[in-house]
């Protein structure tokens, strides 16, 4: 009775610690996310396509230690991984602020993930701790109890990047910086008291590994359509309406907010309508939104598609992460989430690099059209793979093993 109580407690002081962290890396993130594209742009006066080149580099170091971080994960232990991932946010925010060369920016950007693959609801600064952290999670919570717990997550990471936006309209741009790593370094130290099982694997063939295959070819799709927009949505604005950085913070801010509140629904959507229809109904609608998004040329209404689009985006979100945690083992859960990650990142670098050409020479409707196309087929092979209705772990983990066997 009394291994059950401390058990239970140890868990409950796991998620508040995973929380805290949570806190003050998305309010950095949030900063980071609306000063970027302005030192970039603005104070340093480069263009869209240089930053569509950081954003390039910072998304496939992101994914290459992602994944790094989720074999680390699975073989070495997850308290040690997150310890060590969670340093290269507040590292990268140093390197910045002291200096203004491209040459420290770079690889600044490249340490932090600042790949803007996602919007503050959903992430998309530091994204190499993101497989750990879900891993972790995962690990604390019961199987009926993780969607809950992984909206109620993102959504803490989503109110907070907000108020980080909006923050940044207080500070000087570069100040941002020195401000973020401050901020972010703020949970590392309680991440020594965390408690977590590992359940070590063995680097090999995977016994899920059809299952890991489906949602990472999902996952590259997703992650290509996300590359060829979300990074300069707030460029977007800049470049076309020269909006100002403390107009663009109130922006920022609304859209994480009403992001974070859509993805605690992620529980009533994934009772109602199942894992594919939740993905579909939500992704399929801001989709259209993004097709409209650079045609309208009206602030009033590209603020509006600005404010709703990344909430639909990432509605889901908690489901998708619940639904693939569920149906792979736990000895495999690092490197399906970090394998995930890489071909979203992977990908994403690519829609990116395509992104940035295009805006550069002021083509930026292409970018969207391909956007549409691209989540069309997501859709269809979320459909194809899962069908309408979510199957349960077991039955996706007894398929794998017959096909291993």
């Not at 806190?23 to 970039?40: D, H, L, Q």
């Not at 080149?53 to 910072?58: G, T």
Request: glycine letters at 10%; proline letters at 3%; zero cysteines.
């Amino acid at each position: 009775m009394n291994y059950k109580v401390s058990e239970e407690k140890n868990r409950r002081n796991g998620i508040i610690l995973i929380g805290a962290q949570r806190i003050t890396r998305s309010v950095a993130a949030g900063m980071i996310n609306v000063a970027f594209p302005y030192y970039i742009l603005s104070t340093l006066h480069y263009g869209a396509f240089v930053i569509g080149l950081i954003y390039v580099s910072a998304t496939v170091a992101t994914a290459v230690l992602g994944y790094l971080s989720g074999i680390s994960t699975d073989v070495w232990g997850k308290r040690g991984t997150l310890v060590l991932a969670s340093l290269l946010l507040p590292v990268s925010a140093i390197m910045v602020y002291i200096s203004s060369s491209l040459w420290m920016i770079i690889p600044a950007a490249m340490v932090g993930g600042y790949s803007a693959t996602g919007s503050l609801a959903g992430g998309g600064i530091g994204g190499a701790v993101a497989p750990i952290q879900s891993a972790v999670l995962a690990n604390l919570t019961a199987d009926d109890k993780r969607t809950k717990y992984f909206s109620f997550f993102t959504f803490l990471s989503g109110a907070t990047a907000a108020l980080g936006a909006l923050l940044a309209k207080a500070f000087d741009v570069r100040d941002i910086f020195l401000a973020a790593a401050i901020l972010s370094s703020v949970g590392l130290p309680g991440l020594w008291y965390l408690k977590v099982e590992e359940a070590r694997g063995k680097i090999g063939r995977l016994k899920t590994g059809s299952t890991i295959g489906k949602f990472t070819l999902t996952g590259m799709l997703n992650g290509l359509s996300q590359g060829l927009i979300v990074p300069f949505l707030i460029p977007f604005f800049v470049l076309v309406y020269h909006v100002p950085k403390s107009e663009m913070s109130e922006y920022a801010f609304l859209s994480g907010l009403l992001g974070s509140f859509a993805i605690l629904g992620a529980p009533l959507l994934e009772k109602y309508f199942g894992f594919v229809k939740s993905i579909v109904f939500t992704r399929g609608i801001g989709t259209l939104l993004f097709i409209v998004f650079p045609i309208v040329r009206f602030l009033p209404i590209s603020v509006i598609i600005y404010i709703i689009g990344p909430a639909l985006r990432v509605a889901a979100l908690p489901i998708q992460q619940s639904e693939l945690t569920k149906r792979v083992d736990e000895d495999e859960m690092g490197r399906a989430l970090g394998i995930n990650q890489v071909a979203r990142l992977a990908a994403s670098s690519t829609g990116t690099g395509l992104s940035g050409y295009l805006m550069e020479g002021a083509l930026f409707e292409i970018p969207f059209f391909i956007y549409g196309i691209i989540m069309a087929a997501n859709l269809y092979l979320y459909i194809r793979f899962f069908g309408v209705k979510s199957g349960i772990r077991t039955e996706a983990v007894r398929s794998d093993e017959m096909e291993v066997k």
